[in-house]
Antibody, heavy 118, light 111 residues
Framework: EVQLVESGGGLVPPGGSPRLSCAASGFTFSSYTMTWVRQAPGRGLEWVSAIGSGGGTTYYADSVKGRFTISRDNSKNTLYLQMNSLRADDTAVYYC???????????WGQGTLVTVSS | QSALTQPPSASGSPGQSVTISCTGTSSDIGGYNYVSWYQQHPGKAPKLMVYEVNKRPSGVPDRFSGSKSGNTASLTVSGLQAEDEADYYCISYAGSNNFVVFGGGTKLTVL
């Protein structure tokens, strides 16, 4: 069974720098592009970042460019999101997802909540 | 990275059909057949319902169908059931510069 499990969320002060992790299992992790998507409380989904299968190609939404860094460790089947200079509007549930053929996001993890507050 | 435009809400009675639109540009929906649709129930992770405009993953009922015309994609839910009440999002590939764009979401209510 394909499974994605996020971790690393919690209460973070403004300006904080948490790192989120997404542990993958049930598929050949190193063969797939992976992505992070977030959802602020009561709001819609917002794409954050994506990384190619080998880690050499990365993409970012304008809202996080220069503050967030996506990376992966294919030997550990784990995706990461290093978040820097956090602001209140970064408060959200952060989901990781596998990108399959046709740029389909499937499956998604259960999400991890990041709350930026003093 | 402009968002795709979805109506904020849609509704229908059990057994009826409802169609949700998703409008983009020639740089995303109009340029590629890579539109996907997701269902999200409250407190849950999104679930893939349709990909590549009109393909259904295994396990998704054939009551869910997708289509595209020009810069607008659509998701039709036929034979509405109570469990179809959820938020629905569209996503389109947008080329190597922007990668993907998301719709703002549509809340589907089954009356």
């Amino acid at each position: 069974e394909v499974q994605l499990v996020e971790s690393g969320g919690g209460l973070v002060p403004p300006g904080g720098s948490p790192r989120l992790s997404c542990a993958a299992s049930g598929f050949t992790f190193s063969s797939y592009t992976m992505t992070w998507v977030r959802q602020a409380p009561g709001r819609g989904l917002e794409w954050v970042s994506a990384i190619g299968s080998g880690g050499g190609t990365t993409y970012y939404a304008d809202s996080v460019k220069g503050r967030f860094t996506i990376s992966r460790d294919n030997s550990k089947n784990t995706l990461y999101l290093q978040m820097n200079s956090l602001r209140a509007d970064d408060t959200a549930v952060y989901y990781c997802a596998k990108i399959g053929g046709g740029y389909r996001f499937d499956p998604w993890g259960q999400g991890t909540l990041v709350t930026v507050s003093s | 990275q402009s968002a795709l435009t979805q109506p904020p809400s849609a509704s229908g009675s059990p057994g009826q059909s409802v169609t949700i639109s998703c409008t983009g540009t020639s740089s995303d929906i109009g340029g590629y057949n890579y539109v996907s649709w997701y269902q999200q129930h409250p407190g849950k992770a999104p679930k893939l319902m349709v990909y590549e405009v009109n393909k259904r993953p295994s396990g998704v009922p054939d009551r869910f169908s997708g289509s595209k015309s020009g810069n607008t994609a659509s998701l039709t839910v036929s034979g509405l059931q109570a469990e179809d009440e959820a938020d629905y999002y569209c996503i389109s590939y947008a080329g190597s510069n922007n990668f993907v764009v998301f719709g703002g979401g549509t809340k589907l209510t089954v009356l």
